[in-house]
């Protein structure tokens, strides 16, 4: 069955436009009929996303959404461009890797700045707006399936994203008051990554998606799916949460073997006959 949406007469921002999801997420919110503010803090990225799209249904924004200036001139180019408000996707994330041990005090702040911050001055931004607007509205924020386990080498980005969660009932709780609907997208792997992949990742993905429930990565437009839902009318009962879009990842790995119950302590529940 195929699903579409229309978001005719809506604005959407979408943060994190120059690439990766954020990418993905302006084509499809455009061809569902939305006007689209793309913003990111790489104006050569954004050029690439809105290559062939008309003026009239996308604007470009190169800020950066770690700065209340910044956050502030993305929700204004909504209104200056297209009249209005209605939905702010909050999607862009910095993930660098390093040990604890080598860490450093300005990569962790760069990281939370970005992710926490970025998303509390987004939210604000956007929450203050949509209050003024009076319509109500959506906004979505962004975590990581990382978030809940322990990952080697992804304390600051981690524990950033469990932030945004925490952020987002908060948020929640303060702006269903107004009718704006504040909720989490937590994607597991989704196939973004840099190509010619570099080969350390190569090694590790090639090691990591044969174990994944699905047995591959998730594209871009899987996690878009999630969003657009989370931005029209469907939703409307869905508030406060977060929501994994992860191919079963965060709560398994692949079945790929045959079930064989060898524990003779439960053949009396089962009846089974051993020789
Ligand atoms: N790709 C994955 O496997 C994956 C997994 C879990 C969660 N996520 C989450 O999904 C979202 C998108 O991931 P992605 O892989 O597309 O990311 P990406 O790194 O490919 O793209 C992120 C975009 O955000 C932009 N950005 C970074 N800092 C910014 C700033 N200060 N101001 C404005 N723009 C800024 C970057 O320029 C980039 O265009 C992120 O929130 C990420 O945490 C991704």
Known sequence: MNVTYDFSGRV?????????????????????????IAADRDAEGLSGTVDGMSDDVVRTVTADVSTPDGAKSIVQSAFDAFGRLDVCVNNAAVAPHASLFEETVEVWDTVYGVNCRGTFLMTQAAGIALRDQGE???????SSGVSNRGSAGAAAYASSRAATESFTRVAAIELAVHD?????????????QPKPLPPSMKEGLAKRIPTLPLARAGEPEEVGNLVMWLASDASSYAVGHVYAVDGAAGIGTRAGHEIVDEDVRYDWVTGRKRN
Do not use: E, H, W, Y
Not at 12 to 36: L, P
Not at 136 to 142: A, D, L
Not at 180 to 192: M, R
């Open 12 to 36: 959407v921002i979408v943060t994190g436009a120059a690439r990766g999801v954020g990418r993905a997420m302006v084509r499809q919110f455009v061809d569902a009929g939305a006007k689209v």
């Open 136 to 142: 109500g509205g959506r906004i979505i924020n962004f």
């Open 180 to 192: 704006i609907l504040v909720t989490c997208v937590s994607p597991g792997l989704i196939d973004t």
